[in-house]
């Protein structure tokens, strides 16, 4: 397996076409199509389906699609650290969330760590969280921050709390739950909701999702794929949503709890390190971040 392979693959897996990746890559659409045939034959799968007409990606392809990123970026990493002068060591430290929502989060405590450490290059990955935990168990992630979904942990997987979190009803301030201090399932029978992806969202909310869409018309539902795609729709006024409380920082619009559901734990998932000690630092950061985060509200 080679990087030129690996650019063919994502230039197919983006254009979706054999002849605009040739394009984008000045090479022959022969070339493109043998380094495509080559990567299916090494990996033993089919990335994708080709018919005359269009070209699919399977569902092998689609996952692949992170690794094929990750190891490019992995090669030219390399090539820059060898190609320079500069025998700085760079301190770097791998972080995955499940959405931008919470990445945002951690911007001061980014911030924090940056201050203290010389050369501090974190990377910031924001996908599904089956690829956030696959890339953790094989040690191409340091930490995920994510809601935690089940107390059983994979191998040696950690988890340390950061905050409870409310499930909370997301409408515009002139919505009259606004006023609320809690809102009822009752209450939302009458309500256009918006529902998130149930991949991209607790278990816990896709429960919920699934109990209030019973018996509604479609025409009361809006579908999105992400708690951000949520937000817009819930500060538009197209509808009310519902997500965890700490992701909901937009100025124009109310989050109000939702009665008789349960709190969901917000924390970091990570697998210790002997001598890891940047990993120890963010850790020890974010706890103490969060926790004068508490006392302040």
Same mark, same amino acid.
């Given at each position: 397996?080679?990087?030129?392979?690996l650019?063919?693959?994502l230039?197919v897996a983006?254009?979706l076409?054999?002849?605009r990746?040739?394009?984008?890559?000045n090479? *022959?659409?022969?070339?493109?199509?043998?380094?495509?045939?080559?990567?299916?034959?090494?990996l033993?799968?089919?990335?994708?389906?080709?018919?005359?007409?269009?070209?699919e990606?399977?569902?092998?392809?689609q996952?692949?699609i992170t690794?094929?990123?990750?190891? &490019?970026?992995?090669?030219k990493?390399?090539?820059l650290?060898?190609?320079? *002068?500069?025998e700085?060591?760079?301190?770097?430290?791998s972080?995955?969330c499940?959405?931008?929502?919470?990445?945002?989060? %951690?911007s001061?405590?980014?911030y924090?760590?940056?201050s203290?450490?010389?050369?501090f290059?974190?990377?910031l990955y924001?996908?599904?969280?089956?690829?956030l935990?696959?890339?953790?168990?094989?040690?191409?992630l340091?930490?995920?921050?994510?809601i935690?979904?089940?107390?059983?942990?994979?191998?040696?997987?950690?988890?340390?709390?950061?905050?409870?979190?409310n499930i909370?009803?997301?409408?515009?301030?002139?919505?009259?739950?606004a006023e609320?201090?809690?809102?009822?399932?009752d209450?939302?029978?009458?309500? *256009?909701?918006?529902?998130?992806?149930?991949m991209n969202?607790?278990?816990? %909310?896709?429960n919920?999702?699934?109990?209030?869409?019973e018996?509604?018309?479609p025409?009361?539902i809006?579908f999105?794929?992400?708690?951000?795609a949520?937000?817009?729709?819930a500060?538009s006024?197209?509808?009310v949503?519902?997500?965890?409380e &700490?992701y909901? *920082?937009?100025e124009?619009?109310a989050?109000v709890?939702?009665?008789?559901?349960?709190?969901?734990?917000?924390?970091?998932f990570y697998?210790?390190y002997?001598?890891?000690?940047?990993l120890?630092?963010?850790?020890q950061?974010?706890?103490?971040?969060?926790?004068a985060?508490?006392?302040a509200?």
């Amino acid at each position: 397996m080679n990087t030129f392979q690996l650019e063919c693959f994502l230039a197919v897996a983006n254009t979706l076409s054999f002849a605009r990746a040739a394009e984008e890559l000045n090479v *022959s659409q022969p070339t493109v199509t043998h380094q495509i045939k080559s990567l299916e034959d090494e990996l033993n799968a089919k990335l994708f389906i080709r018919s005359t007409r269009m070209v699919e990606i399977t569902p092998e392809g689609q996952s692949f699609i992170t690794d094929a990123k990750s190891m &490019i970026m992995i090669a030219k990493q390399a090539k820059l650290r060898f190609a320079s *002068s500069d025998e700085r060591p760079m301190e770097t430290l791998s972080i995955g969330c499940g959405s931008y929502l919470q990445l945002i989060l %951690i911007s001061e405590i980014l911030y924090e760590l940056n201050s203290q450490i010389p050369n501090f290059h974190p990377r910031l990955y924001v996908l599904p969280r089956e690829q956030l935990i696959h890339l953790l168990e094989t040690e191409r992630l340091d930490v995920i921050l994510d809601i935690q979904e089940s107390s059983e942990l994979k191998g040696n997987m950690k988890y340390k709390e950061l905050s409870q979190n409310n499930i909370v009803c997301v409408c515009r301030k002139d919505h009259k739950l606004a006023e609320k201090e809690y809102a009822t399932l009752d209450e939302l029978m009458n309500e *256009s909701l918006i529902f998130c992806d149930p991949m991209n969202i607790a278990p816990d %909310i896709a429960n919920l999702q699934m109990m209030l869409i019973e018996g509604r018309s479609p025409a009361d539902i809006h579908f999105c794929s992400s708690p951000e795609a949520a937000v817009v729709l819930a500060s538009s006024g197209v509808g009310v949503a519902f997500l965890p409380e &700490i992701y909901i *920082s937009n100025e124009y619009i109310a989050k109000v709890p939702l009665e008789n559901t349960p709190k969901l734990s917000f924390g970091m998932f990570y697998k210790p390190y002997v001598g890891d000690t940047l990993l120890k630092q963010f850790i020890q950061t974010a706890k103490e971040y969060f926790e004068a985060k508490e006392k302040a509200e």
